[in-house]
């Protein structure tokens, strides 16, 4: 049909032309009559006999539904091509019908016997003559059948001119009605009582995407049964009807086509992302490979009073999952933008962008937070003294969180510096618990007894061992203690206090983070100032301009800003002094006298430090990552500033610990090497092995107590280990008095001002 309506007509060849779309015309009517009688009586059969209809005919039934609609969608595009044509096609049968008629009637004509029977003939056949000049209307037709009807008695017409006749009266009837006869043979209304094919179509329709398109047929079968329900007598009103067929088809659609399909590109979105993992076997020639592309190439379908746009569903779809999902995991943004620049890509879909997170202030965990936690923030995170970052011992998730000094910046920065005080003394808060449990260990008996002994036998040996304190004892004491008893988790009591000291290590950790934070904050709010040393005094020069009450007002705030900014920024809080002036009385007080023998305890504890840092260490490159670490400066901070509390570091370097360690470990690493050299004429292969692993395990624990030594010279740096108590005193008194001595040269100076005047 499209070829031939495509073609443009030829004037020596138009009767023929005509023809042809005549024959075309009838042809479609015929099959549309066909196919619906085919349907119809198959699937009234199977309902009638109540027998189970295989999913081979339900498929085949539904391409037979497609192929009536299209038959009527052909004629309906074909709409103004048809409409010129029929008339034309008209006009050339009725002129066939008149040259038979007109012969006939020269026949009738001819004869000169005239009877009342031939001149009814002959009127009969100049009525049809008459019917047929002009359109060729439903009374015309009728009119030109009743005068044939009497116009063919008495022979006129030779039964070679009677058939051709009567058949081009039949197309005349086709192609005068074809319109409505193309409507009638092509309504699917009888599908309202088959909608259980529905579900099986739409599944085989997905299975199939390359013919997507044909499901725009099938939504005008199922609109065909909606004029038949506005005519419903059993309820009160249609509009029920109407609707609950509305939500039941919608519903099989999107149950078996629209969430299949968005599950389906959600999934395959995933997997292309994820390849990395190896999630799948994607291999196209071994799993299959369908293209769903094609349902996204489809025009919305007409259904109801809507339209469905497979495309804007699926596009919907993936954008609200993409965004609740970035917003439960922000971390995963990337993942969903690629996710999204995919979709774009393969399927053309337009995607919506989340703008999440809407800013990446890279602010981190929340200074108000980890300071209404801190307890919980101190046992979970490790301090890295020399990054002066704190990193999550442990997580659930597949990253670890850090919190560096930019997040606490921009954490200020959305607080105010008002909190950086607070921060401090819910620390305060937080070590006086701290050093309460702290001082309850020192105090039990088992050991202050040790450390006593401890105490007492380094006096007595140091001449002998060079003023160092013998490693093995040190040693003896963390294995000694675990006789005292252990957690279920397998941890002693000195394990316990390494802990201890960690976390109030991190809190100090976490202060010279808090004021480092704050320095980065005020020196990016001051950068704007061109010269920190010469601000100009904005009230001043707006006095000066006679500018208005509300601008004085506001330079005034603006000169505050300024001063407090330069002074925070070129000064800084000294919170670590703060911290120590507030505990070292106390804890150098005669009623705490137990805690002087901490220095004693620092050296077992320093070998316990390293055999668990080592252990840490080691589990970095096993599968099981629990308990894995890199870094716990904690431990040295804590040590440094409680050695600082109690005054102590020159007790602490008295024992020469650092050098006795060295010592032990180069001693036994020589005699390795010596052995090794001995050994290496046995060809001992096993042995060797055993020799080298022990030597680059003493290699190990060596490095560790460097680092261990290098991390609390470090932290002691921060609280001024290069004086002592005593020393710090005397400087406070000389700084006093300068500072009085200062004072009255100015007053003295004005006292003589008025008397020179």
Known sequence: MESILAKEKRTDKFAEDLSNRCTIFIQGILYAYSISTIIKTTMNLYMSMQKPMT??????LC???ELLKAVEHTFHRRAMVVADSVSHITQHLQYQALNSIATAKKRVISDKKYSEQRLDVLSALVLAENALNGPSTKERRLVVSLALSVGTQMKTFKDEELLPLQLVLKKLDLISELRERVKIQCDCSFLYWHRAVFPIYLDDAYDHAVDAARIHYMFSALRDCVPAMLHA????SCEQLLENYNLEIMDVFKEHLLDKLCKEIEKDLRLSVHTHLKLDDRNPFKVGMKDLAHFFYLKPIRFFNRFIDIKAYVTHY?????????TV?????????????LATQRYGLVMTEAHLPSQTLEQGLDVLEIMRNIHVFVSRYLYNLNNQIFIERTSNNKHLNTINIRH???SIRTHGTGIMNTTVNFTYQFLRKKFYIFSQFMYDEHIKSRLIKDIRFFREIKDQTDQKYPFERAEKFNRGIRKLGITPDGQSYLDQFRQLISQIGNAMGYV???RSGGLHCCSNAIRFVPDLEDIVNFEELVKEEGLSEETQKSARVLDSVLGDLTSNSAEGTEYFKKLV???APEFRSTKNMHLRNFYMIVPPLTVNFAEHSISCKEKLNKKNKVGAAFTDDGFAMGVAYILKLLDQYQEFDSLHWLHAVREKYLREMKSMVKEQNVQATSQDEKLMQTMNLTQKRLDIYLQEFELLYFSLSSARIFFRADKTAAEENQEKKDKDEVSKTGNGDSSSSSSTDPSAK
């Open 55 to 60: 999913k081979t005919s339900v498929k085949a």
């Open 63 to 65: 391409r037979l539904v």
């Open 233 to 236: 007598k059993h309820l009160e």
């Open 318 to 326: 993936l954008d609200k999952t993409f965004y609740n999902l970035t």
């Open 329 to 341: 995991a922000l971390h995963d943004w990337a993942t969903y933008s690629e996710m999204r620049n």
């Open 408 to 410: 606490i910046a921009n």
């Open 512 to 514: 010279r983070m808090i």
């Open 581 to 583: 002036d507030v505990f």
